[in-house]
């Protein structure tokens, strides 16, 4: 088999970022840091990464990019990847400086990807994360949502003398 093919995929925008703690599925720890990354339709990363893959395993067993379907409620026509890693992943910003792994979500990122070979099961390839750079930094939320104001009785209740600033 083939061995790891590297490769710096963006500008692509983080998901579901995994990067603090480890990611858990099923209500277990998968021991693994990770992020999805979404590219457009017409990102010059595509046919790269579609390249890497199938060079790292000759196009065999399950292949990580995919491409969500044109009629899907959300990021129709978009591509998507998951990269992960057992170590805890660099976070730098465009100076190459080490930020926090908090910044990730929805930000602008390049990636550092390496694909390799697995044989289990069907095989296929694996994505490994190995560095993020932040270009433009996200929401850091997972949408917005305008909830109007906060209903009496739930939020912090200022008095007129609390407001005094001596």
Known sequence: MA?????VVGPCEVRF???????????????????????AEDSES??????AIA????GKGSNPLSQVAADAEYDSGMYKIKGKSKFKVKVMNTLNEVIGPERVQGAIVQAALSFAPYSQGTGGVTTYLNEIRVLSEGSGGGGSVDFGP???GFGVEVSSEDSIPF
């Open 3 to 7: 061995e790891k093919i590297q490769l």
């Open 17 to 39: 970022p995994n990067l603090e703690k480890t990611e858990e599925y099923g209500g277990s720890d998968t021991g693994k840091f990770s992020c999805t990354f979404m590219f």
């Open 46 to 51: 595509i046919p790269a990464m579609k390249k």
């Open 55 to 58: 060079k790292a395993n000759g």
């Open 150 to 152: 906060v209903p009496k």
